[in-house]
């Protein structure tokens, strides 16, 4: 795996909470970030989308302070997303969605060539619960994904969720350490980076 | 079914769009409504979610004009609360799942008696979508509410998808028009009716 | 709650083993059914699909052998109908699934009343799993039987899953003894019993 | 794009439906196949799994005429996997879950090397429906494909779903020729077909 600059991996908090309250969803991104330096140089970006104005709508810019735009520059300058959420109620957090819905406006743009920019990007999850729901909330974001031109490597997630009942404080010491954590979070890594290489190299075209 | 006061009936609209917009979820809650006045006075509110200021967050009251409080107080009065969303990549939009995690409120209330006063509320759902997911949309929603306490008549829901690849205006027309969304609407009414007016008579215990 | 005769529960454990071999998910099932037994007197049934014949098709009888006529039988015998599923991959399990697909013969027989025989049944869900998917398996369970007319009580759901990379063995016994399981089957058992006491005094009537 | 061999392309059509009668999930996946010969040399098998005896169960080999373990030979020996399906009530069919379940098997040779025979190789959907749900199928199979290893290329899926209420025979015709289904098969077939070619000449490694 050679090539010169370094990759630049944006990631998408969707936590609930402001910074700088510790955000599980962030610790776990991170541990991710982390595999993925021991492979290649990577410039990474965590945006906490609850610290940031994003109106509901479905156009490009939603008022003066919209800050969505700015997301979408970040979007376009990186070689890998990871879209992380908590799971609320077995679905991917109200901010995430509140992304999701907004980039529909790549799409608007697409007789321009909108979303083809997605093309050749790699995408990956990052999931913490506080009892269950990680695979479905998984499963809703790739299928938007795919659509959105993404590729996905093998193993595209990194996830733990608690167990119901439990104080989610204790359960995220545990879940963190946990093995079968490190292993996702560490394949995730690996697997984003040699993905992301070899689109850079290798880049698919649109038909 | 006889009985004196009228039934309190909520809407939450989750329509991204900003009134007086139409928004087409809106209409076929509207629908459903009328159907339900052939069967009973009812005292009907519709509140547009896009129109209210909910902010992030997992507390009863977020911030100084936090609209949430509010809500919870319309939704307390209510014997039907109709949950109304357009499906936004599968998903119920982020309005609908903002509502959704500031109703862990009533969960940390819980202790002193805070969900229970959902016990004895009776659930619908409206969904319209520009082309598929109206299924899931409405699985999602159940799973939560039931977990809340809300009972679900049979056939607790009426909805209509577009084609892939038509303009949404068009399909608007001619899905709300159509038997099989006016069947559901009938249906979805009667059922709502029914079962709140049973409950009201005879109301479930919690053990 | 007085009436004169017991409560007629089905259970359709769709576990991937067949008997004798230990199913977790009957085991809480019948957690469930004990539960019952405290409220009401009740008939059980519990038919474990991996031991029946049921072809896969969409006609009310796929071959001479086929036992599905028998369980349509048992289900419309039923006031109470419980599906209890593992959870495989984020979804019930094939044999729930098969079965799903083969209540559509109640729809074929709609024109002449097919499915109107299941108005005024009440269903539960029942689900275990290795690790994540309860809810969506709830979700999709809800989802398909409001449909079909049953109705759904408050905290229609027992569940437990397992730490992801833990032996099932070992988490079986630590969730079934868990006060979060044995709560949600405490509930349930309550609620299923209410409810389908209710309907029998006052059955919902068809519009 | 050159290379020596024919792409190994193996479609599991999981329809209700026996052969010779028409699938039209098979039709869809035709349509593909026949894009797919645009780009590059193919060698195509279709199975039905209707027609293949794949008995409940966990184990590599079920039964002495158990045909999972010939199913799992052509797999292996599959440059590209087809998931084909029906939607029926929001999920993939029951014959597409049995085969998810019994690719547990995979699982279990594991540790002496069993799913890592899945690395490398290109995954694509294609479904078909009476209404709705589509997407949420998507989903749950992109879910489990992706923990089984199999890389997804970006728009991975073709699809149509009919219109609530409406015959499906009707349906088909129509949704079959619509430019919207038309454009999903020829993207999904030019992906599919660059993604396996990319990664037969650039094959990612485990960690």
């Excluded at 595999?35 to 906490?48: C, L, N, Q, S």
């Excluded at 790549?106 to 990680?134: C, H, M, Q, Y």
């Amino acid at each position: 795996m050679d090539s010169s600059r370094p990759l630049h991996v944006l990631v998408l908090n969707a936590s609930l909470k402001h910074a700088p309250k510790l955000s599980n969803t962030e610790e776990l991104a991170q541990l991710v970030l982390n595999e993925m330096k021991k492979h290649f140089t990577i410039d990474a970006t965590i945006v906490r989308l609850a610290d940031k104005n994003i109106p509901v709508g479905l156009g490009y810019q939603e008022s003066e302070d919209d800050e969505w735009p700015a997301l979408v520059a970040q979007i376009k300058d990186a070689d890998i997303v990871i879209f992380a959420t908590p799971v609320w109620w077995g679905q991917r957090s109200s901010l995430l969605q509140r992304a999701i819905e907004r980039m529909d406006a790549f799409d608007e743009e697409a007789n321009t060539g909108g979303r083809s920019v997605l093309l050749n990007k790699v995408a990956g999850v990052v999931i913490t619960g506080s009892e269950d729901g990680a695979q479905q909330t998984l499963a809703s974001i790739m299928e938007v994904m795919t659509f959105m031109k993404f590729t996905f490597p093998p193993q595209c997630c990194a996830y733990w969720v608690g167990e119901v009942g439990k104080p989610s404080s204790e359960e995220r010491e545990k879940r963190l350490a946990s093995d079968a954590t490190k292993d996702m979070a560490k394949t995730l890594a690996y697997n984003l980076v040699q993905m992301a290489l070899l689109l850079r190299e290798h880049p698919l075209r649109e038909e």
